[in-house]
């Protein structure tokens, strides 16, 4: 048995939550490979809404095992705030125990590192996302096994602010309080420490038991670390490489790859973002389709389908399909442009440079439609919409195999 995988193919929010939220009644294992609390899925089901952060997406099916793996940092603060939604998740929820802790310093320097930065910042979420995967790459950070040792913990803690002191001074960061530090760590380790455990064995263990198995990641492929926007990428490897080395899986154990993108695109923060419309266009997308940061409440930059970046994105995860959420925004649009092409130093191109604030889009038209809201079939679906729908399979040379035609997870088109 291999596992499948969900992954974003823009720039983030693309609806992950909502897919894998509704796959996750099928599987009997999801499993969180990356990114930290920056991360937002929201969910509704029956006119009730979740926003989980750092839980996996599955955590509503009662049934399912919930893994949180090595590859994410992991906020305790965050994750015990998060878990007070639900009950009984004791033998449903596990986390690594080699999973990096991001701790409160962390988003202290974050903020301040932004600050610093001035017009220069990448426009984080100020969640310390960053400077943990910074400390892990620098073999100074702190995983989540080690709260279950609050004192050796906390001793190597005051150890790491002592060795810079100079750095936290500059930062104006000041050295936590020994005692309500070790109270605080002791605390975690009272709330979430009968969650910690080795889920590598437990994830392989299900594999061969012939389970099934579905991964999800954080953020989108355009915001990877190696093959996003960079430097205006998130710090992890959002791509489907980045489940196996978050969750401890070989590329032999992954099976189905389904790619999330939006019938339009969007962006948080800072970075080229090539279709951005910043028209009344732009704005009625943002307006129409509630674009707005599940954990910052930021407004989203918005703009329209970039099937040159989709197509780029497809190929780089190996999708073999694509979930088109969203579709719905585009109710009551006259027309609707797609991003087909860019022009680059003057010459016209099909794919994507490694920079692409040098790029203008070329846009090509479609016909817009009045009603594909709450659609549950594709012959329900307005003429104009179903032929944008097979223009962005044939654009991006992937097929799509569902459409989400509004927030509600029975809203979805199977194709």
């Given at each position: 048995?291999?596992?499948?995988?969900?992954?974003?193919?823009?720039?983030?929010?693309?609806?992950?939550?909502?897919?894998?939220?509704?796959?996750?009644?099928?599987?009997?294992?999801?499993?969180?490979?990356?990114?930290?609390?920056?991360?937002?899925?929201?969910?509704?089901?029956?006119?009730?809404?979740?926003?989980?952060?750092?839980?996996?997406?599955?955590?509503?099916?009662?049934?399912?095992?919930?893994?949180?793996?090595?590859?994410?940092?992991?906020?305790?603060?965050?994750?015990?705030?998060?878990?007070?939604?639900?009950?009984?998740?004791?033998?449903?929820?596990?986390?690594?125990?080699?999973?990096?802790?991001?701790?409160?310093?962390?988003?202290?320097?974050?903020?301040?590192?932004?600050?610093?930065?001035?017009?220069?910042?990448?426009?984080?979420?100020?969640?310390?996302?960053?400077?943990?995967?910074?400390?892990?790459i620098n073999r100074v950070?702190?995983?989540?096994?080690?709260?279950?040792?609050?004192?050796?913990?906390a001793t190597a803690i005051?150890?790491?602010?002592?060795?810079?002191?100079?750095?936290?001074?500059?930062?104006?960061?000041?050295?936590?309080?020994?005692?309500?530090?070790?109270?605080?760590?002791?605390?975690?380790?009272?709330?979430?420490?009968?969650?910690?455990?080795?889920?590598?064995?437990?994830?392989?263990?299900?594999?061969?038991?012939?389970?099934?198995?579905?991964?999800?990641?954080?953020?989108?492929?355009?915001?990877?670390?190696?093959?996003?926007?960079?430097?205006?990428?998130?710090?992890?490897?959002?791509?489907?490489?980045?489940?196996?080395?978050?969750?401890?899986?070989?590329?032999?154990?992954?099976?189905?790859?389904?790619?999330?993108?939006?019938?339009?695109?969007?962006?948080?923060?800072?970075?080229?973002?090539?279709?951005?419309?910043?028209?009344?266009?732009?704005?009625?997308?943002?307006?129409?389709?509630?674009?707005?940061?599940?954990?910052?409440?930021?407004?989203?930059?918005?703009?329209?389908?970039?099937?040159?970046?989709?197509?780029?994105?497809?190929?780089?995860?190996?999708?073999?399909?694509?979930?088109?959420?969203?579709?719905?925004?585009?109710?009551?649009?006259?027309?609707?442009?797609?991003?087909?092409?860019?022009?680059?130093?003057?010459?016209?191109?099909?794919?994507?440079?490694?920079?692409?604030?040098?790029?203008?889009?070329?846009?090509?038209?479609?016909?817009?439609?009045?009603?594909?809201?709450?659609?549950?079939?594709?012959?329900?679906?307005?003429?104009?919409?179903?032929?944008?729908?097979?223009?962005i399979e044939e654009m991006?040379?992937?097929?799509?195999?569902?459409?989400?035609?509004?927030?509600?997870?029975?809203?979805?088109?199977?194709?």
């Amino acid at each position: 048995m291999r596992a499948d995988v969900i992954v974003g193919v823009q720039w983030g929010d693309e609806g992950k939550g909502k897919i894998v939220d509704m796959l996750a009644q099928q599987y009997d294992m999801i499993c969180r490979s990356q990114g930290g609390h920056n991360a937002g899925h929201t969910i509704w089901v029956d006119g009730v809404r979740y926003a989980l952060h750092l839980i996996p997406s599955g955590v509503l099916n009662p049934k399912a095992i919930n893994i949180i793996g090595n590859g994410v940092v992991l906020s305790p603060e965050s994750i015990i705030k998060e878990m007070r939604q639900f009950e009984n998740l004791e033998g449903r929820l596990f986390i690594s125990d080699k999973a990096h802790l991001n701790l409160p310093y962390h988003a202290l320097i974050d903020q301040a590192q932004e600050r610093l930065k001035g017009n220069r910042a990448i426009g984080t979420t100020g969640k310390g996302i960053g400077p943990a995967y910074s400390d892990k790459i620098n073999r100074v950070g702190h995983r989540a096994g080690e709260l279950l040792r609050p004192e050796t913990l906390a001793t190597a803690i005051q150890n790491y602010f002592e060795q810079n002191r100079d750095i936290f001074d500059v930062l104006e960061i000041s050295t936590p309080d020994p005692k309500a530090l070790l109270e605080e760590l002791e605390g975690y380790k009272a709330q979430m420490g009968s969650f910690i455990t080795n889920t590598t064995n437990m994830v392989w263990n299900a594999l061969d038991a012939k389970k099934k198995i579905l991964l999800e990641g954080a953020q989108g492929t355009m915001l990877d670390i190696d093959h996003g926007t960079y430097p205006y990428v998130t710090s992890s490897a959002t791509v489907t490489a980045g489940a196996c080395t978050g969750l401890g899986l070989n590329p032999k154990d992954i099976g189905k790859v389904t790619g999330i993108v939006k019938a339009y695109c969007t962006r948080v923060g800072n970075g080229p973002f090539p279709s951005e419309d910043t028209t009344e266009a732009g704005e009625r997308l943002g307006k129409q389709g509630h674009e707005f940061g599940t954990t910052t409440g930021r407004a989203r930059r918005c703009g329209w389908f970039d099937a040159v970046a989709c197509r780029y994105a497809s190929r780089l995860n190996g999708c073999d399909e694509l979930a088109l959420m969203k579709l719905d925004v585009l109710d009551g649009f006259d027309e609707i442009k797609v991003c087909v092409a860019y022009e680059y130093h003057g010459e016209i191109i099909h794919y994507l440079p490694s920079n692409l604030e040098d790029v203008t889009p070329i846009y090509k038209t479609f016909a817009g439609w009045q009603k594909s809201e709450g659609a549950r079939n594709f012959h329900d679906l307005p003429p104009a919409a179903q032929e944008y729908v097979k223009a962005i399979e044939e654009m991006t040379q992937t097929k799509v195999g569902m459409i989400s035609t509004s927030p509600d997870r029975n809203d979805t088109i199977l194709m």
